[in-house]
């Protein structure tokens, strides 16, 4: 029998010995080269693009000879206004890409010795930065679309008398989200996040190229989707695939997303769900990726982006 991809040399290129040993210097070095990548490190300014500037000697930032405005090397970076340290930074990330099935802020923060709050803002940049990167193009060829329920769990009474039919509306506690998948077969994977799972006739119409194959189990809201795409349909009652239908790689994708809930974080907020289905998106579509190539990865996105609007000062109250 074949080795399996983890398991191989191949998929393990990261050492996490070796990034959290990088003294201060060497991760502000590693940082700068990928930041500023065009000029060979060397500082840009964030606010006017001049790469002419000062270097301060009572701290560690420059100044541009052009604007006149002070700037560290994570100004105007998803990591504006943070508290760790690079090296820390760094380690984080490359402990959150170790994480097969996800990283919890609890864990990470027992991992760096650092405040719970500080893990927490830092993991959900890291999310942010990838969904960032993400989104390029219509989704092409055979794409398989489902949607799963998640959240809102209402714990049933403890005398069978006093249960009630938690299928009923007025039973519910009304957080109950479905995230919905659009995924290529061998290649991308969408998501998007909804009430009912017939948001997601929208979403894929708003997501695939007219030209490619949709795959939907029985649900009559998919019905819609025969006027727009080319359709197979399953009807999971009396097969999981027949006659080249089926959803299996979309329930794949749900089952990762399970496992991620229940035994890494336990419980998602509403609220961020739509930041865990795109980073367990982004997990799926590399999982064939060495950690090597999945923490470079991570770090150019969060180079390029741009200061959280939602995240920074999170802790503060100054979030939307």
Known sequence: MSQ????????????LTKVLRMSDKDAETAFRAIRWAETDGEPVCPECGCVDHYDLKSRPVWKCKSCKKQFSITSGTIFHSRKLSLRDILGAIAIFTNGAKGYSALQLSRDLGCDYKAAFVLLHKLRESIALARHEGALQGNVEVDGAYFGGYVKPANNREDRKDRRKKINQSGKRQVVIVMREREGRTRTVVGKVEAEGVEATKANVAPSATVHADEASHWDKLAAHFPIKRINHQKAYSKDGACTNQAESFFSRIRRAEIGI????????????????????????????????????????????????????????
């Open 4 to 15: 399996h991809f983890l398991l191989s040399p191949l998929a393990k290129t990261l050492s």
């Open 265 to 320: 974080h336990h419980h998602i907020a509403g609220k961020y769900l739509s930041s865990y289905a795109t980073e367990l998106a982004w997990r799926e579509d590399v999982r064939r990726e060495s950690n090597g190539n999945q923490f470079t990865m991570i770090v150019n996105c969060a180079a390029i982006a741009p200061k959280s609007p939602t995240m920074c000062g999170y802790w503060q109250k100054n979030s939307k």
